[in-house]
């Protein structure tokens, strides 16, 4: 079960890894800030957060559209589907994370642990943001399939 998972996710966890590196690498050398923090800051990314956890809640709505393809369905019981879907909950997570963290940021005082939420925060975002785009790309090769199946 766990190796099925882990074979038909293997381009979302090479996402995953890719960020991770990056975000290592980025945090090692100081290219997040965190010096400068307002509260204007996390109301902005909590803005941003919102719009696209909205996207990624009408790309699944429109997979989950796509079902009543006779061509998807059979994908979606097979198992193959679980990627796409699995992107899509990938880009939930870090975007719902990173807004918690800036609710959180706008509401405490204490600058030692708002500079922590603002790095989460950010890091959140830019992991969501891979997964969005992965998400639109994963949800045009679902639509050329219904199209090429019609």
């Not at 090479?14 to 965190?34: K, P, Q, S």
């Not at 709505?61 to 992107?87: H, Q, W």
């Not at 997570?93 to 940021?105: E, H, Q």
């Not at 969005?132 to 019609?150: D, P, T, W």
């Amino acid at each position: 079960m766990l190796r099925k998972y882990i074979r038909r996710n293997i381009p979302n966890l090479t996402v995953l890894l890719i960020i991770g590196i990056v975000m290592y690498y980025a945090f090692i050398n100081d290219f997040i800030g965190t010096k400068t923090i307002k509260r204007s800051s996390h109301v902005e990314l909590l803005t941003i957060n919102s719009i696209f956890i909205g996207f990624l809640y009408t790309t699944l709505g429109v997979l989950v559209g796509f079902l009543g393809n006779t061509k998807i369905a059979n994908l979606d019981r097979s198992g193959y589907m679980d990627e796409y879907y699995n992107t899509i909950y990938f880009g939930l997570f870090f975007f719902i994370t990173s807004a918690v963290c800036g609710l959180t940021g706008i509401f405490v005082k204490k600058l030692e642990l708002n500079t922590i939420l603002y790095l989460v925060e950010q890091i959140s975002i830019i992991a969501g943001l891979c997964f969005f785009i992965k998400a639109i790309i994963n949800l045009s090769s679902i639509i050329k399939k219904v199209r090429n199946n019609l």
